[in-house]
Structures are given as structure tokens and as C-alpha cells.
């Protein structure tokens, strides 16, 4: 029996043994870069994210066989400037913790000028954009959510994100709904002024009005308030199915605006498939900013001031040189 025992006891030295010496390699949870479509000798952020199962402190190592990285080559963030030539760039990192390491590896593409039209990836989501007169606007309604709430909660200085009937919390959930595949997220104010992703913002109203008048609008209409129909620019902006009553546009200007409705002031969603409103980056009086919106029932744009609180979709238009 004394032999089973110490054998038993021996075992379990070994198990215990073999236990502490797992060591594992740290695990890259995210890795980006913001923007990844860049003109040449363009500032790019490098952000990564790694996670340690024994709970060691890890460092990160980053390398490129062309451009330069203007504050060092270590560290969670790193600011890559793009090379002087057109091309496609990769970029690695490397976590370690002193025993194991991880490496990988992302493409940065550079361009001389960048193109009129085509896609890119922001936040895991792709996004479609196009050129119209002098400004580069996505056509997609924006889809970035880092946190998202009921639509009771809001506020009008502090950034609340919202998925069109989805009154939950867990961001993952919220992702799987068909109104964030189909129609993005709504931002209050506060949010959309943080959601596009680097190289592209939030239009301003002039911004707008120079969208308008590139549409056809008259240049003695795009000031007035309310429905402005010249130019049925509307109609051009609305994408060309999905209105209610068949209110649809004819997306002549590829904008294709969606109507995914609004959490309103007094928290509630409403106007899904009836209304499309759009932020500008242009406050107003107040607690409140300018905005547009489009109608199932009209072929204009209307022009107008709303509080800061309530939810919208979110158009990013590309920064100018």
C-alpha cells in the first residue's frame, strides 16, 4: 500500500510540476492601421492589442521595410509615415514576453492621389465611397459601434450609440441585429463627432451645401430651412429601394441614402424606412446642431437644427489635402 501511495504522490508532484512550467505565447486580441489607404507621406497609427495568459507584461516591437516611424518602433501605438513611392506596404508586430513571442502582419496601401472611387476597412466593416464634383463622400451609413445603449438612455454632452430597435448592451448581440447590418447606427451628436475613422469626418453644413449644389440645388435655395425641392436632389441622394410606399429615389448620384429613422429626444426609435436624417458637424443654437433629412413622400432635402440628443445616421466625408 505504501508503494501505491508514494507512487500516487509522485504522479502528483509531476502534474503539478508539468502545470507551472506551461508557458504560453501572448495572443494579439487587435492590430490595425488608421487610415490603411494613405497618400504618399502620410502620418498612418499603428495600434495593437495583446493579451498574456500567465498574466506576464508583454512589449511590443514593430518593423517595416520602407517609411519611417516617427516616435520610436515600440510600444501599443506607433505613428508609421508612409514612403515616398506608390505601393503596397506591410507592416509587423511583434509581442513578447521576454520568453515567447507572436508576430503579424498588416498591408498599408499607398497612393500618389487617391482614387475617385472604391471601398476600405474601418472598425472590421467594409465601406463603399465615392466621388461627386470636389468632395469624397462614403455611401455606406456609418456602422462603428463601441458601446451601445437602450434608447431611453442619452445625453446631449456625451456620446451615446444606439442599433435601431435593439434596446440591450452587449455590442456583439447588437451587431447580429438586421437593422445594424441594414441600416448602420444611430449617433447622437456627441458620438458622430468621434466615429469617423482618420482622414474622413463628419460633413459640415457648408459641406453639405456644396453637396447640394453640385446636385443641382439653386444657390438661393441651399440657405432656407425646411424642404428645399430645387434640383430634386432628394431624389438623387435616396438610394433606389427600401422607402416606404415606394417613396424611393433614383441614386443617380450613388450617395444612396438610407431611411433608417431616429431615436428620438424622448427615447423612443421611430421613422425606419420613412425618413433617413443625416448629422452635420455644425452646431446650432444651444444644445443643438444642423442636419438633413430625406422623406419617402419628398423629393428635396430638408434643412434644419435638432437637439444634440437625439440619434441619427452618420455620413463621413474624406478630409482635403
Not at 10 to 33: K, Q, R, T
Not at 62 to 87: I, M, N, R
Not at 215 to 235: E, H, K, N, P, Y
Amino acid at each position: 500500500m505504501s508503494k501505491i501511495v508514494f507512487s500516487l504522490g509522485i504522479l502528483a508532484i509531476m502534474l503539478i510540476s508539468s502545470c507551472e512550467n506551461n508557458h504560453y505565447a501572448p495572443n494579439i486580441i487587435d492590430f490595425d492601421a488608421n487610415p490603411e489607404r494613405v497618400l504618399v507621406n502620410t502620418n498612418v497609427t499603428l495600434s495593437c492589442l495583446a493579451a498574456d495568459g500567465d498574466g506576464d507584461a508583454v512589449a511590443y516591437f514593430w518593423e517595416a521595410d520602407y517609411g519611417t516611424f516617427l516616435h520610436g518602433s515600440s510600444g501599443t501605438s506607433v505613428v508609421w509615415k508612409s514612403p515616398d513611392t506608390e505601393g503596397e506596404y506591410m507592416i509587423q508586430v511583434t509581442v513578447g514576453d521576454g520568453e515567447l513571442y507572436t508576430r503579424q502582419s498588416l498591408k498599408v496601401v499607398v497612393y500618389e492621389e487617391l482614387p475617385l472611387e472604391g471601398t476600405f476597412e474601418y472598425a472590421g466593416r467594409e465601406y463603399a465611397f465615392s466621388t461627386m464634383g470636389s468632395q469624397t463622400w462614403m455611401v455606406d451609413n456609418l456602422a462603428y459601434l463601441p458601446t451601445v445603449s437602450q434608447a431611453l438612455d442619452g445625453a446631449d454632452d456625451y456620446p451615446f450609440y444606439y442599433v435601431y430597435e435593439y434596446n440591450g448592451s452587449t455590442v456583439d448581440i447588437a451587431k447580429t441585429q438586421n437593422n445594424y447590418e441594414d441600416y448602420g447606427v444611430l449617433y447622437n451628436w456627441e458620438a458622430a463627432m468621434i466615429a469617423c475613422p482618420d482622414g474622413w469626418h463628419v460633413p459640415s453644413d457648408e459641406e453639405w451645401k456644396t453637396l447640394e449644389r453640385y446636385l443641382g440645388m439653386l444657390s438661393s435655395q441651399v440657405d432656407d430651412l425646411d424642404w428645399r425641392a430645387g434640383g430634386s436632389v432628394g431624389r438623387k441622394l435616396k438610394s433606389a429601394s427600401g422607402w416606404r410606399d415606394d417613396g424611393n429615389g433614383d441614386n443617380s448620384s450613388n450617395f444612396n441614402a438610407l431611411p433608417g429613422g431616429l431615436k428620438s429626444y424622448s427615447g423612443k426609435f421611430s421613422d425606419l424606412q420613412k425618413y433617413g436624417n443625416y448629422w452635420s458637424s455644425t452646431p446650432g443654437e444651444s444644445f443643438e446642431a444642423w442636419y438633413r433629412y430625406l422623406g419617402y413622400k419628398e423629393d428635396g432635402v430638408n434643412r434644419n437644427t435638432s437637439s444634440k440628443r437625439r440619434g441619427f445616421s452618420v455620413r463621413c466625408i474624406r478630409d482635403q489635402e
